[in-house]
């Protein structure tokens, strides 16, 4: 996973036209996206093996692009983004377990 800048970002969400994307939306001092970072990681690991197709995620500061929590109408971090041609498809607020993350990254990307 790829922490991306503000520019990248912008790429990135143009890119999701192509390819299915999710975006890990967090702010730096919440304890719970440092957690939940760590098993969208793990999940991640567990997805690199060889046949599987290797799911396209980054992350991102909200404090540093508040504009996008307006535009996504994100209510609250950490947040899962799934997109689809630069449109939420889907948002996970609750990272529940590592085998929750799996199966909704392989459903949606």
């Not at 939940?36 to 991102?60: Q, W, Y």
């Not at 950490?78 to 590592?98: D, E, H, W």
Request: charged share 25%; proline share 6%.
């Amino acid at each position: 996973m790829k922490d991306l800048t503000n520019l990248e970002t912008q790429d990135y969400i143009e890119e999701s036209a192509e390819v299915p994307a999710a975006l890990y939306i967090q702010t730096p001092l919440c304890g719970t996206c440092k957690m939940g970072r760590r098993m969208l990681e793990i999940t991640l690991e567990a997805l690199d093996k060889p046949g599987n197709k290797k799911p396209k995620v980054g992350a991102i500061n909200l404090n540093a692009m508040p504009e996008l929590a307006e535009k996504y109408n994100i209510t609250s971090v950490p947040c899962l983004l799934f997109l689809n041609r630069g449109i939420a498809v889907r948002k996970i607020y609750a990272m529940q377990s590592v085998d929750f993350l799996y199966h909704n990254l392989k459903k949606y990307l």
